[in-house]
């Protein structure tokens, strides 16, 4: 290889070996003439090298090996040849690359496919050519393209020429976006298509830098046409649920399509579109036309699907609102039926056991519809002031009762706590307190209560939830039943008393603080005189270690066993103390009237008429009634049936259980109203006396913040002018809107 630098002669003289001669010197001089390139070394070396380039872009073998052609590059470029080696072989690719589009622009195919086809061909050749090009000029490519920022490499020298001529038969990129638009439509629609093609086609309008502007908007422009259409069709040809499914589905395909052939950053844009025309602009149909029927059929897949559909296009809050409008609606219907009040408490029940899996299961408990279920149970279940937290009550007593032992202790502390539930829905609460009252009181004294654990856990867990206050009473009842336990033991170990009570008979007395239990009606009855001797001995006995006390007899709250011998066999039967009354008016008589009962008895006529049902009517039957139906009338007569048999020796003869009548449950209603205009009351002067002076609306506004039942303004206005007239506040006399605080 020539080389322009001096060339240099070493001479290297030899002495004796005895080493006395002196050593010669070493002289380098410079060669007599520099070394010179051939005249046409440029030329020839070009030459070389484009029938080198032509040959690879005309899909020919190369007749120089790459070794020779890029030592070839490599001279010069050391000769500063290397600008115009890099015009040269960029005149050459252009003129190349100018006459493929021109003969591919001029091509006519029979179908976009096979047009597709040419122009990924073409793009290929094209990428293949411009590498083995750079592995030949890989020198140039590392020295003069490095040294000089203005000048690309030579593959992206390539590409822009390739980007012009393309832009210069407009008609070349058009026909390929439409074909691959074509062909991603065919996709969507099912049918099979070359995604390798369409992934090298995609590729190229990415690598030419040319994918936001020549292929990605139309592509989205059409996605968004394509979703619009298929969303109005689907809207309407199909039920919500499957609509979602088609919805996710679809997300999933044009993720998987982005995947196998799309740009990373038309991911984003991409899924909003397909989100926004197949959910977002039907998602208040969505929710009108379908949400109530998922609901209703508790489809927690569906549901589900929905919420991830809505979390997806942010549109949780017009789920969370119908969510909570359909708790309202259906919530509102059941309380408001009166003719299924019986089931009311179930059916709440049940609606919120469904709601709370759809919430668990469906709407992965969400704090934000959580509390939307909150807020309409709070709702809709006040609409009807008093009734829901009685009948609440009601069926706190079912589950309580002794007769209710088909489920364990587990499934009963399950029952209370689900009853528990919707007692902290309720305004009312001293409306289920009084009505809970009246209910522990039968059970507690007619021995009706399955477990007196449960029954004291309730009361635990009412007073978790209201204070002490609340269930002051409750816990009196159940002390003051202790009690009666203790103070019939010592009763019955009193030698003083025990030579007093008639023989025969035995008597078990609870002793009830008034303050504590429910207000029972005082029915008279003409006792048996064991009976009233027994009770006059306790009463005796009680007075005697608590002086000043005064008693009185329920009689309608007592209960006996008794012996009544028949013809075949004596049975023991257990009954009120009203049936035990007539019963024992047939010790003498075989038949009574009515009239001649209601004499000997002392029972109220009603009371009276209740009872005899119970003995002539039910389905245990110990006296016949002439004539026979269902209803006492004045002229019936009853016979003591003597040959009664039944299987077993203690029978149990229930009473005639009256529905709970107007005049009962108005009574109870307006106790809570009469304990209610206490606390009234007591909130008014309590905030009177802290302000001092107060207008009307504050005042108002004030007392419904802190009362904790529902109360309406005219009644807060009666209870403000009841404290005016007995001079806890007066009027202003400048302003009769405002009231000041009389200490």
């Known amino acids: ?74 001279d010069m470029c050391l000769h500063k040849m290397a600008d115009r080696l890099y015009n ?32 990924n061909q073409c793009w290929q050749d094209h990428c293949s050519q411009m590498l083995t090009i750079r592995s030949i000029f890989l020198y140039l490519d590392r020295t003069y393209v490095i040294s000089d920022s203005a000048v690309r490499s030579i593959f992206d020298m390539g590409l822009r020429l390739f980007r012009l001529h393309l832009a210069t038969h407009p008609e070349v990129e058009d026909k390929t976006v439409a074909g691959l638009l074509g062909l991603i439509e065919a996709d969507r629609n099912g049918e099979a298509v070359d995604k390798t093609l369409m992934k090298h086609l995609v590729g190229m309008f990415t690598s030419l830098g040319t994918y936001a502007g020549a292929f990605e908007e139309a592509f989205l422009e059409k996605t968004k046409q394509y979703y619009s259409l298929e969303g109005q069709h689907f809207m ?61 059929q508790k489809r927690v897949p569906d549901l589900a699907r929905l919420y991830v559909l809505c979390v997806r296009i942010q549109a949780l809050e017009p789920l969370r609102v119908a969510f909570r409008d359909y ?18 408490v179930s059916a709440l029940l049940g609606m919120k056991g469904q709601l709370d899996m759809v919430l668990n299961q469906a709407f992965q408990k969400n704090e934000l519809f959580s509390n939307a279920l909150k ?76 477990s007196t654990d449960a029954e004291k856990n309730m009361i635990t867990k009412l007073k978790t939830e209201c204070g002490s206050q609340f269930t002051n009473k409750l816990e009196g009842m159940f ?29 078990n007395v609870n002793v009830l603080t008034s303050g504590y239990w429910p207000s029972y009606p005082h029915l008279e009855a003409t006792l048996p005189d064991q009976l009233t001797r027994y009770q ?22 007592g209960s006996c066993v008794m012996k009544a011998h028949f013809s075949k066999a004596t049975k023991e039967l257990s009954v009120s103390l009203f049936q035990a009354v007539v019963l ?64 077993q020796f203690r029978i149990k003869i229930n009473s005639i259980q009256l529905k709970e009548t107007v005049e009962e449950n108005k009574k109870t209603n307006d106790q809570v109203l009469q304990d209610r205009q206490y606390q009234i009351d007591a909130a008014i002067v309590r905030i009177m006396k802290t302000r001092k002076s107060l207008s009307h609306k504050l005042l108002v506004q004030e007392l419904l913040i802190q009362l904790k039942f529902p109360i309406r303004a005219p009644d807060l206005k009666k209870r403000i002018e009841s404290l005016i007239d007995r001079e806890y506040l007066e009027r202003d006399e400048q302003n009769p809107q405002v009231y000041n605080y009389l200490a």
């Open 1 to 74: 290889m020539l080389k322009g630098q001096s060339a240099a002669k070493t001479i290297i003289g030899a002495g004796p070996k005895n080493g006395t001669a002196p050593a010669k010197k070493l002289v380098i001089k410079p060669l007599k003439s520099k070394p010179k390139l051939p005249a046409d070394f440029e030329s020839t070396t070009w030459a070389k090298l484009n029938e080198a380039v032509v040959a690879v872009n005309s899909k020919q073998g190369v007749s120089v090996s790459l070794e020779e052609l890029y030592r070839a590059v490599e």
């Open 88 to 119: 040269n072989l960029q005149q050459v690719c252009d003129a190349h690359i100018s006459s493929q589009l021109q003969h591919l622009a001029s091509t006519q195919t029979s179908s976009p496919q096979l047009f597709l086809e040419k122009m």
């Open 236 to 296: 309407q040809e199909s039920d919500v649920a499957d609509y979602l499914l088609h919805c996710e589905k679809r997300l999933g395909m044009e993720y998987e399509r982005w995947q196998q052939y799309l740009d990373t950053p038309t991911r984003k844009p991409l899924i909003a579109i397909v989100e926004q025309q197949l959910l977002a602009a039907h998602m208040p149909l969505i929710l009108e036309k379908g949400f109530d029927a998922l609901l209703t």
């Open 327 to 344: 708790i309202g609606r259906t919530g509102l219907a059941l309380v408001l039926d009166e003719e299924k009040d019986k089931d009311m």
């Open 375 to 450: 807020e309409a149970f709070e709702k809709f279940i006040n609409q009807r002031q008093n009734k829901p937290a009685e009948l609440i009550a009601k069926y706190v007593d079912v589950e309580l009762r002794a007769g209710n032992k088909g489920q364990t202790e587990e499934e009963l502390e399950t029952t209370l706590d689900k009853a528990l539930m919707l007692f902290r829905y309720i305004s009312g609460k001293d409306v289920f307190e009084a009505f809970y009252k009246k209910d522990l009181a039968k059970r507690l004294l007619l021995g009706r209560s399955a």
């Open 479 to 507: 002390k003051d039943v202790d009690l009666s336990r203790e103070l019939m033991m010592s009763f019955k170990e009193s030698m003083s008393v025990k030579s007093r009570l008639p023989p025969g008979i035995d008597m």
């Open 536 to 557: 006059a001995v306790f009463k005796d006995f009680y007075l005697s270690k608590h002086s000043g006390r005064r008693l009185v007899w329920h009689n309608s709250l």
């Open 584 to 647: 024992m008016l047939f010790n003498d008589v075989d038949s009574l009237s009515l009239e001649d009962m209601r004499d000997a008895s002392g029972i109220e006529d009603k009371e009276l008429r209740r009872t005899l049902q119970s003995l002539a009517c039910g389905r245990i039957r110990v006296l016949n009634k002439e004539p026979k139906s269902k209803e006492v009338d004045d002229k019936d007569v009853f016979h003591f049936v003597k040959d009664f048999t039944h299987p």
